[in-house]
């Protein structure tokens, strides 16, 4: 039986990778956290995105991070998938 956190999104990424991305995002973009970063064995969610795109030129803080993922591609399956959404 196949984890949800591995099933594969449309955007490439695994669901948990997605949900890390997302997590990221809005904790630079608002400054709230999704929940306790804790929870994914990680002090903060940037040390969880770091552990799996395994980029040694990746900066450590969520804000230069993000901003450092954003100008690398990461993000842009993702804000496509959520610009295509049908509300």
Wanted: charged content about 15%; glycine content about 4%; hydrophobic content about 35%.
């Amino acid at each position: 039986m196949t984890k949800i956190a591995n099933t594969i999104m449309e955007t490439g990424y695994t669901f948990q990778q997605e949900q890390l991305l997302h997590a990221l995002e809005n904790q630079v973009c608002t400054g709230l956290l999704m929940c306790n970063p804790r929870v994914t064995g990680f002090t903060s969610f940037a040390k969880a995105v770091l552990n799996f795109i395994n980029d040694k030129k990746a900066p450590k803080t969520c804000k230069n991070l993000y901003n450092y993922l954003v100008a690398n591609g990461y993000y842009i399956d993702i804000h496509a998938e959520q610009n295509n959404r049908k509300v």
